[in-house]
């Protein structure tokens, strides 16, 4: 008779879930293969597994990460397939894969060093195990495409048949790097490992998973923030088909069926009373007042920094110009709603989830079982979207496994409608922020002003101390601004009303920089001077923002001629290590119908794994933000958000999608983000240029607010 | 009872005649291409076909379906092969996270079986699929690849 | 450096004192010992706000042989003191179990001061994996 274990062994060396009955891609499971080290396992038939220890959500740094591994490693791509790593494997090894979260633009940055550093040590084993093997120095062998050679005498091994020797070898105390500039796998436009199994419809997301006699839930969240239940009337749907049971939770009642639509439909008829936590009667306009009262209030307000005496540089200057700016909520509307499966059964946690951080699923999952971390089991899956909503909340893991507790040992797919997603989102923050600038006579600015109003995300979310009450996110952009200008003074005014607040794809740079770089063309303006020939100006000449400013504007041909009716605009801005820069031409008619007819957007991340993927993420970040500039206004009334779906929160078309051009100017020796940054500097640039074309600046988004809409 | 074909298969399924094919596709019968994206044929990750024509299958009841013959991305491409649309967005890299693809494709087969030559207009009003991770440009220039490939059969 | 402030600091160093920040406040510079000291804490937390720790130290808890004191010590807590226990020969096991605060991922130091005026420490690292997103901003 078969143990438990073994069984589980035995399929998870065939590939696949398949105790589960969850179908896998072959290569997604834990190999049993002779591992070299905890990234590289290599197959006697020459196969090389690369583990990845993050998510893949569409910004293709599975594929990135594993490039730079082989690389290093010598191998033959095209024998190479990637494999995750697994939490308990993760957990019971002492964090042997580091970081797992896909957030911040970091996945390749952070763990370059790390993956590099695995393939060439990978590599030495393999090649002292081949050297071994001949009794000859290992310095005359070399490793090409998965082959070694042993160059005197001519003699070829492969990878895969000193694979098992090279895996009791102890791994090399150093290892030397190549120089980038000797790549040949890393730095090319490599095709994307996953990419086959989506086009296929192979591949499997988090709302995929099935398992047998799993069953259903829907859930309805109090509408309004940090209101609890009060109680359900079950009765009233008890004897619907497929109806299972009724779990009334503190914040949140859950239906169970064995479908899940059958769930969702029994919920919609499911009496429920909430008590409201008293935030019933917030509204959009009440927040905006709170806000502005933070600007207004001179007491309760951290100084974020402080270049020179403010007073002194305002009253020594020309001209003083004054100008308010608010970014509104958004909501991430990743297209796969938030859900979980999970089952927790003899004291073991199985969950399949779609996470940006498979870790803190796993924490989260064996804290709310209460079992300890090794018997917990997250399976990895694609993601449908993530764009920060999946890693610094796991609430729907929390859900997930609460359900799936209060279920026995049955298996619990927990799902959220669209509703419920846009309703109970982590939103962006908002953020109301007052600055005041000074010129000098020549137009140049001597002093600069900026007071933030806006949450925390990370108090409110993550709880976590500020250092001296600064939320870097909420300053960013104005604390770090690059222009050369003697006096800067920045402060921040915490408000944080009852909207939860989270990471929004590109975070604070996905409006400081719009506020920032419009201001400073409203400087620029007041200069009478070209926005491009001042933001040159004021930038120190050696800075990465000088640098693909102008790389961006020379490809724009900035100062060239444009067709009657077609206007600029111009921004630059760095963003998670890396720098962009964006130019916008666009028309915009008599009814304020705005035709973008190109927007040429630049970006300098250093070195680049992959271009293709980098041009695919600039192109996705301009119809992520063009989306959002355009309609993106999550509003509030009775305490609770109005929108709910695609039809009230619009999201931008194939038809509406302008012409882009991706300029790719990596100036090498660093490694900056790529996911987030490309979205920093649309906004700005194409109200820089609805101003150029109309003579209304525009200082609040969304733009259909000012009567604007997409061609 | 209700009988449909899924992708050449002969299926039975007993549920409410007003139960969603999507739910019926991903829940009863396992097949787990469609997505579910918004519930109201906003989207149209759910976009399957039906008799041939592209539907939106969340907002699309069973009953409607009963009898005729429905495909979904995994039925598109005998096993071991890929259509012509599929190796377009494969050469051309058009996925990101892959979500909305399943109903992208789908989506622009059917055009392209109406209108094997489309202009950028009959694409623009065909493809009305929601992709949040903005790969609508690299959908455009697929769907021109495919059509160009004469590989696409009406 | 003057000559004589650096012979100081040499003979410091020599006899084996270490300037510790975190620890000279409750030690006030003796020297601290590795051992005998069992910090166990989970090496993941899904949020920093109660994470269960479990101190135990090797002592035969007598009159002449004791524990007088449990510290626990954040590196990364806006206090770093997080509490002190204090015990005694009654206490009969030098073992302490409660949850703590932390403010982000963080090493643990849980400090224990004996009867004979020696100190000893052990500790743990805990990834707190929802401060994953700001982990760079906040060091």
Same mark, same amino acid.
């Given at each position: 008779?078969?143990?438990?274990?073994?069984?589980?062994?035995?399929?998870?060396?065939?590939?696949?879930?398949?105790?589960?009955?969850?179908?896998?891609?072959?290569?997604?499971?834990?190999?049993?293969?002779?591992?070299? #080290?905890?990234?590289?396992?290599?197959?006697?038939?020459?196969?090389?597994?690369?583990?990845?220890?993050?998510?893949e959500m569409g910004q293709g740094s599975m594929t990135s990460a594993a490039q730079l591994?082989a690389e290093?490693?010598?191998?033959?791509w095209s024998?190479v397939?990637v494999?995750?790593?697994?939490?308990?494997?993760?957990?019971?090894?002492?964090?042997?894969?580091?970081?797992?979260?896909?957030?911040?633009s970091?996945t390749i940055?952070?763990?370059?060093?790390?993956?590099?550093?695995?393939?060439?040590?990978?590599?030495?084993?393999?090649?002292?195990?081949?050297?071994?093997?001949?009794?000859?120095?290992?310095?005359?062998?070399?490793?090409?495409?998965?082959?070694?050679?042993?160059?005197?005498?001519?003699?070829?091994?492969?990878?895969?048949?000193?694979?098992?020797?090279?895996?009791?070898?102890?791994?090399?105390?150093?290892?030397?790097?190549?120089?980038p500039?000797?790549w040949k796998i890393a730095g090319k436009p490599i095709r994307r490992v996953d990419i086959p199994?989506i086009v296929?419809?192979?591949?499997?997301?988090?709302?995929?998973?099935?398992?047998?006699?799993?069953?259903?839930?829907?859930?309805?969240?109090?509408? /309004?923030?940090?209101?609890?239940?009060?109680?359900?009337?079950?009765?009233?749907?008890?004897?619907?088909?497929?109806?299972?049971?009724?779990?009334?939770?503190?914040?949140? /009642?859950?239906? @169970?069926?064995?479908?899940?639509?059958?769930?969702?439909?029994?919920?919609?008829?499911?009496?429920?009373?909430?008590?409201?936590?008293?935030?019933?009667?917030?509204?959009?306009?009440?927040?905006?007042?709170?806000?502005?009262?933070?600007?207004?209030?001179?007491?309760?307000? /951290?100084?974020?920094?402080?270049?020179?005496?403010?007073?002194?540089?305002?009253?020594?200057?020309?001209?003083?110009?004054?100008?308010?700016?608010?970014?509104?909520?958004?909501?991430?509307?990743?297209?796969?709603?938030?859900?979980?499966?999970?089952?927790?059964?003899?004291?073991?946690?199985? @969950?399949?989830?779609?996470?940006?951080?498979?870790?803190?699923?796993?924490? +989260?999952?064996?804290?709310?079982?209460?079992?300890?971390?090794?018997?917990?089991?997250?399976?990895?899956?694609?993601?449908?979207?993530?764009?920060?909503?999946?890693?610094?909340?796991?609430?729907?893991?929390?859900?997930?496994?609460?359900?799936?507790?209060?279920?026995?040992?049955?298996?619990?797919?927990?799902?959220?409608?669209?509703?419920?997603?846009?309703?109970?989102?982590?939103?962006?923050?908002?953020?109301?922020?007052?600055?005041?600038?000074?010129?000098?006579?020549?137009? #140049?600015?001597?002093?600069?002003?900026?007071?933030?109003?806006?949450?925390?995300?990370?108090?409110?979310?993550?709880?976590?101390?500020?250092?001296?009450?600064?939320?870097?996110?909420?300053?960013?952009?104005?604390?770090?601004?690059?222009?050369?200008?003697?006096?800067?003074?920045?402060?921040?005014?915490?408000?944080?009303?009852?909207?939860?607040?989270?990471?929004?794809?590109?975070?604070?740079?996905?409006?400081?920089?719009?506020?920032?770089?419009?201001?400073?063309?409203?400087?620029?303006?007041?200069?009478?001077?070209?926005?491009?020939?001042?933001?040159?100006?004021?930038?120190?000449?050696? +800075?990465?923002?000088?640098?693909?400013?102008?790389?961006?504007?020379?490809a724009?041909?900035?100062?060239?001629?444009?067709?009657?009716?077609?206007?600029?605009?111009?921004?630059?801005?760095?963003?998670?290590?890396s720098?962009v820069?964006?130019?916008?031409?666009?028309?915009?008619?008599?009814?304020?119908?705005?035709?973008?007819?190109?927007?040429?957007l630049g970006i300098d991340c250093g070195h680049v794994v992959n271009p293709d993927n980098v041009v695919a993420q600039m192109q996705g970040s301009a119809v992520?933000?063009? +989306?959002?500039?355009?309609?993106?206004?999550?509003?509030?009334?009775?305490?609770?958000?109005?929108?709910?779906?695609?039809?009230?929160?619009?999201?931008?078309?194939?038809?509406?999608?302008?012409k882009v051009e991706v300029v790719l100017a990596p100036?090498?020796?660093?490694w900056g983000g790529v996911g987030?940054p490309g979205?920093?500097?649309?906004?700005?640039?194409?109200? #820089?240029?609805?101003?150029?074309?109309?003579?209304?600046?525009?200082?609040?988004?969304?733009?259909? #607010?000012?009567?604007?809409?997409?061609? | 009872?209700?009988?449909?074909?899924?992708?050449?298969?002969?299926?039975?399924?007993?549920?409410?005649?007003?139960?969603?094919?999507?739910?019926?596709?991903?829940?009863?019968?396992?097949?787990?291409?469609?997505?579910?994206?918004?519930?109201?044929?906003?989207?149209?990750?759910?976009?399957?076909?039906?008799?041939?024509?592209?539907?939106?299958?969340?907002?699309?009841?069973?009953?409607?379906?009963?009898?005729?013959?429905?495909?979904?991305?995994?039925?598109?491409?005998?096993?071991?092969?890929?259509?012509?649309?599929?190796q377009a967005w494969i050469e051309h890299q058009v996925p990101q996270c892959g979500?909305?693809q399943?109903?992208?494709?789908?989506?622009?087969?059917?055009?392209?079986?109406?209108?094997?030559?489309?202009?950028?207009?009959?694409?623009?009003?065909?493809?009305?699929?929601?992709c949040?991770c903005g790969t609508y440009a690299r959908i455009r220039t697929a769907?021109?690849a495919?059509?160009?490939?004469?590989?696409?059969?009406? | 450096?003057?000559?004589?402030?650096?012979?100081?600091?040499?003979?410091?160093?020599?006899?084996?004192?270490?300037?510790?920040?975190?620890?000279?406040?409750?030690?006030?510079?003796?020297?601290?010992?590795?051992?005998?000291?069992?910090?166990?804490?989970?090496?993941?937390?899904?949020?920093?706000?109660?994470?269960?720790?479990?101190?135990?130290?090797?002592?035969?808890?007598?009159?002449?042989?004791?524990?007088?004191?449990?510290?626990?010590?954040?590196?990364?807590?806006?206090?770093?003191?997080?509490?002190?226990?204090?015990?005694?020969?009654?206490?009969?096991?030098?073992?302490?179990?409660?949850?703590?605060?932390?403010?982000?991922?963080?090493?643990?130091?849980?400090?224990?001061?004996?009867?004979?005026?020696?100190?000893?420490?052990?500790?743990?690292?805990?990834?707190?994996?929802?401060?994953?997103?700001?982990?760079?901003?906040?060091?």
């Open positions: 008779m078969t143990t438990r274990r073994e069984f589980l062994k035995v399929s998870t060396a065939l590939g696949g879930g398949l105790a589960f009955g969850f179908h896998l891609p072959a290569a997604n499971a834990q190999s049993v293969a002779p591992e070299i #080290n905890a990234w590289v396992v290599v197959r006697p038939d020459d196969t090389v597994i690369i583990r990845y220890a993050r998510s591994v290093e490693l010598e191998c033959d024998k397939r494999e995750y790593a697994d939490t308990n494997a993760h957990v019971r090894r002492k964090r042997a894969w580091g970081d797992m979260a896909a957030v911040g970091r940055r952070q763990s370059q060093d790390y993956l590099r550093k695995a393939g060439a040590g990978a590599r030495e084993m393999l090649l002292i195990a081949a050297a071994q093997g001949w009794n000859a120095p290992v310095a005359e062998c070399t490793a090409s495409s998965g082959v070694i050679t042993h160059g005197p005498s001519g003699r070829k091994t492969s990878f895969g048949k000193v694979a098992g020797e090279a895996a009791k070898l102890a791994p090399p105390k150093e290892v030397t790097l190549k120089d500039k000797d199994d296929a419809g192979r591949i499997r997301y988090g709302i995929d998973a099935q398992l047998p006699g799993m069953v259903y839930a829907a859930i309805a969240q109090c509408p /309004v923030f940090g209101g609890k239940l009060k109680s359900v009337d079950a009765a009233k749907i008890e004897g619907r088909r497929g109806v299972i049971r009724v779990l009334p939770m503190e914040d949140y /009642v859950a239906v @169970v069926a064995d479908n899940w639509w059958r769930a969702k439909e029994a919920l919609k008829e499911l009496p429920i009373e909430w008590s409201f936590g008293g935030n019933e009667s917030a509204s959009s306009e009440s927040i905006q007042q709170f806000l502005r009262a933070g600007l207004d209030d001179p007491s309760n307000v /951290v100084v974020a920094r402080r270049d020179g005496e403010l007073e002194q540089g305002l009253a020594g200057a020309a001209k003083v110009l004054e100008a308010e700016y608010f970014t509104p909520y958004l909501a991430h509307a990743t297209l796969e709603p938030m859900g979980c499966t999970a089952v927790v059964k003899d004291g073991r946690v199985d @969950v399949w989830t779609s996470t940006q951080n498979a870790e803190a699923s796993h924490a +989260t999952a064996a804290a709310t079982a209460g079992v300890p971390l090794e018997n917990v089991y997250v399976h990895r899956v694609q993601l449908g979207g993530g764009f920060g909503r999946r890693g610094g909340s796991q609430d729907f893991v929390r859900q997930g496994v609460q359900i799936a507790k209060a279920m026995g040992s049955t298996p619990v797919k927990l799902l959220w409608t669209r509703e419920e997603d846009t309703q109970h989102d982590f939103y962006r923050p908002l953020s109301l922020v007052r600055m005041k600038a000074g010129l000098d006579a020549s137009g #140049n600015p001597v002093a600069w002003y900026a007071r933030v109003s806006a949450p925390s995300i990370i108090s409110t979310l993550l709880k976590l101390p500020l250092k001296e009450g600064v939320d870097p996110q909420a300053v960013v952009s104005f604390a770090d601004q690059p222009y050369a200008i003697p006096v800067v003074r920045v402060e921040y005014a915490q408000r944080n009303p009852h909207v939860p607040v989270g990471f929004w794809r590109t975070v604070g740079h996905s409006q400081n920089p719009f506020m920032r770089e419009c201001f400073v063309d409203e400087l620029a303006s007041a200069a009478g001077k070209d926005p491009y020939e001042y933001r040159r100006g004021l930038l120190p000449a050696a +800075t990465k923002e000088h640098g693909v400013l102008e790389a961006t504007a020379k724009a041909g900035w100062a060239g001629p444009l067709p009657a009716g077609v206007h600029r605009g111009i921004a630059v801005t760095e963003a998670y290590g720098y820069a964006a130019v916008a031409e666009l028309a915009v008619n008599d009814k304020n119908v705005v035709d973008i007819k190109r927007l040429v992520f933000m063009l +989306t959002a500039m355009f309609w993106g206004d999550i509003t509030i009334k009775d305490g609770r958000v109005e929108q709910s779906n695609f039809h009230d929160y619009r999201m931008m078309r194939l038809r509406e999608m302008p100036s090498g020796g660093f987030e979205q920093a500097a649309i906004a700005p640039a194409i109200c #820089n240029a609805l101003f150029a074309a109309t003579g209304r600046r525009i200082r609040s988004l969304p733009l259909k #607010n000012h009567g604007f809409e997409i061609a | 009872m209700i009988q449909l074909t899924v992708n050449g298969r002969s299926r039975e399924v007993d549920v409410e005649p007003e139960m969603p094919l999507l739910w019926v596709l991903r829940d009863v019968l396992d097949v787990k291409s469609p997505k579910f994206g918004c519930g109201i044929a906003q989207c149209g990750a759910c976009t399957v076909h039906v008799n041939g024509e592209p539907v939106r299958s969340c907002s699309f009841p069973v009953s409607a379906a009963a009898g005729k013959r429905v495909l979904t991305l995994e039925g598109l491409a005998p096993a071991g092969r890929l259509h012509p649309v599929q979500y909305c399943g109903g992208q494709i789908l989506a622009a087969v059917a055009l392209l079986r109406k209108k094997p030559n489309p202009t950028d207009k009959d694409i623009d009003e065909a493809m009305t699929n929601i949040r769907i021109h495919a059509a160009k490939s004469g590989k696409v059969k009406a | 450096m003057r000559r004589r402030s650096f012979l100081v600091v040499l003979l410091g160093l020599a006899f084996g004192a270490r300037a510790d920040p975190l620890l000279d406040p409750i030690t006030k510079g003796a020297p601290v010992r590795q051992g005998r000291v069992k910090l166990e804490m989970p090496l993941l937390a899904d949020n920093g706000n109660s994470v269960a720790m479990k101190v135990s130290v090797e002592s035969p808890m007598t009159e002449a042989d004791h524990v007088r004191a449990i510290h626990l010590v954040s590196e990364r807590n806006p206090e770093a003191r997080m509490a002190s226990f204090h015990l005694g020969p009654r206490a009969g096991a030098a073992e302490i179990i409660s949850r703590v605060r932390l403010a982000g991922s963080q090493r643990v130091v849980a400090l224990a001061e004996m009867s004979d005026g020696s100190f000893w420490m052990g500790s743990a690292s805990v990834v707190v994996t929802l401060s994953a997103c700001v982990d760079e901003m906040l060091s």
